[in-house]
């Protein structure tokens, strides 16, 4: 008798472990399964821009501000440390983001507000400014890697890091500028 209850209760043991384990490989590969988030970079103004053109002395000062709208569709929040991002012109760093640490919650978006000097000297060094700016625009391309902690419901961290590359052009003329940015998260 003692050997059927102790069959019954391995059996019943075996079943429930391998509908715990189906339930968590399916919960998985659905419902929590990493999205990439969806980063938005929102150029509010060109603050300042100064072009000084004397004798020997070539001078160029921006000032950039703009809103970073992200959005987290995951189940799970996202912490990140602080990170500098960084902008490029035709492969030259010219400008160095400050990112603060910051919290993304669960299924929610993040607006953060930065501002940015460019390094005048690297820009105006580039053979290639002038003829974008005869063309009327400027492409920069910014980078930011963001090391942090994924939390799922308060139980389960994972390391992780977010990729963002966004792609600016910049209209001389107007100062406008139109952005297209894509990101990846790596667990």
């Not at 492969?91 to 400050?98: F, M």
């Not at 820009?123 to 939390?151: M, R």
Request: hydrophobic share 45%; charged share 15%; aromatic share 10%.
């Amino acid at each position: 008798m003692a050997r059927r209850g102790l069959k019954i209760c391995c059996f019943g043991s075996a079943a429930f472990l391998a509908i715990l384990a189906v339930v968590i490989v399916t919960l998985s590969l659905t419902i929590f399964k990493p999205k990439q988030p969806q980063i938005t970079a929102h150029p509010i103004a060109v603050e300042s821009i100064q072009f000084n053109d004397t004798a020997n002395n070539v001078t160029l000062d921006v000032a950039l501000s703009m809103v970073v709208t992200i959005d987290n569709p995951n189940y799970g929040g996202f912490e990140y440390r602080s990170a500098i991002g960084y902008v490029t012109y035709h492969g030259s760093t010219v400008a160095e983001v400050s990112l603060k640490q910051n919290k993304i919650p669960a299924r929610a978006k993040v607006n953060i507000t930065t501002s940015t000097d460019l390094i005048a000297i690297k820009l105006i060094s580039n053979p290639t400014l002038w003829e974008d700016i005869a063309s009327g625009y400027l492409n920069f391309t910014s980078t930011a890697t963001l090391p942090g902690k994924v939390s799922m419901a308060k139980i389960f961290r994972f390391h992780a890091t977010a990729y963002s590359t966004c792609y600016i052009l910049f209209h001389v003329q107007s100062k406008a500028m139109d952005t297209k940015c894509y990101s990846r998260i790596k667990l």
